[in-house]
């Protein structure tokens, strides 16, 4: 059958049999010496099927990478928190951030309105993923030593 058939029967253009063609993805079952016309036999049509199934996924993964992420990376101005922060293995990060919400809560159950704003930041480090985790605070501020530890893996307790 030729070229613009077998195109037609496969739902194809003509113009992608001849690329895949020329990278050997689907050569014509027959080229004609003296004129270059394919044609290509009616067995073809089962690779030509899974050839075009392979193009539609390649173009499906290629708008998945386009689209916007999941989430919004936006600058914010200061706020003072009351929080923890850790740097954990990243493979693990939202075990780490529930339980660390958990922490800080529980401190501050007490204070009416406290518990109004939460806020998470995370940024990459060398040792692992570094996540803070809090609450907004408008209440005075803390003087004094703010002592941070940072083991990589588990949580570790500072006051931001």
């Known amino acids: 059958m030729v ?15 001849r690329h895949d063609d020329a990278l050997g ?3 014509p079952d027959h080229v004609e010496p003296a ?4 044609s290509y036999s009616p ?3 089962h690779l030509l ?6 193009e539609s996924s390649r173009r499906m993964i290629e708008k998945e990478n386009t689209r916007s992420p999941d989430h919004v990376v936006k600058t914010l101005p200061a706020v003072r ?4 922060r850790a740097v954990v293995d990243p493979e693990v990060t939202g075990q780490h951030v529930g339980p660390m919400f958990e922490e800080v809560s529980a ?8 518990l109004a704003t939460p806020i998470a930041t995370y940024a990459e480090a060398d040792e692992g993923m570094e996540v803070a985790v809090g609450y907004a605070w408008g209440g ?15 949580p570790s307790s500072s006051n931001p």
């Open 49 to 54: 099927n899974r050839l075009a199934a392979v």
């Open 140 to 154: 005075p501020a803390r003087t004094g030593p703010r002592p941070s530890t940072r083991p990589t893996g588990s």
């Open 81 to 84: 928190l009351v929080g923890r």
């Open 107 to 114: 401190t501050l159950r007490h204070v009416d309105g406290a």
């Open 25 to 27: 993805l689907l050569v």
């Open 3 to 17: 070229i613009s058939d077998f195109a037609r029967l496969g739902q194809v253009s003509v113009r992608m049999l």
């Open 43 to 45: 067995e073809q049509l």
């Open 35 to 38: 004129g270059g016309y394919r």
